[in-house]
């Protein structure tokens, strides 16, 4: 059984700094790629960041290029996503998500955690 934690959320100013950060559980889980998704209400749900780890290609949302950083251990089975420079647009419930393997998407998914950004 393979689970996904998030950690760090809450509530801050815009022009803020958040980090979030997942583990992945599972004695033998290893996972292709790992990545942050964000869903607000009324919306659709986004990427935000994801790393591959072979090859370390990372990509990221449009919205968040320049003030998002995503990175991890891979062997920990751990990504963090460090959140600058913070707008009330950002708030959404953050999910964590892992690939086992390459071509089917994300296939682990966490619980989410809320960002609220005030203005």
């Known amino acids: 059984q393979v689970q996904l934690v998030e950690s760090g959320g809450g509530l801050v100013q815009a022009g803020g700094s958040l980090r979030l950060s997942c583990a992945a559980s599972?004695?033998?889980?290893?996972?292709?790629?790992m990545g942050w998704f964000r869903q607000a209400p009324g919306k659709e749900r986004e990427l935000v960041a994801g790393?591959?780890?072979?090859?370390?290609?990372?990509d990221y949302g449009d919205s968040v290029k320049g003030r998002f950083t995503i990175s991890g251990d891979n062997a920990k089975n751990t990504v963090y996503l460090q959140m600058n420079s913070l707008k009330p647009e950002d708030t959404a419930v953050y999910y964590c998500?892992?690939?086992?393997?390459?071509?089917?998407?994300?296939?682990?998914w966490g619980q989410g955690t809320q960002v609220t950004v005030s203005s």
């Open positions: 599972g004695r033998t889980f290893r996972s292709f790629a």
């Open positions: 790393i591959y780890w072979g090859n370390r290609n990372i």
């Open positions: 998500a892992a690939a086992s393997r390459p071509g089917i998407g994300y296939d682990y």
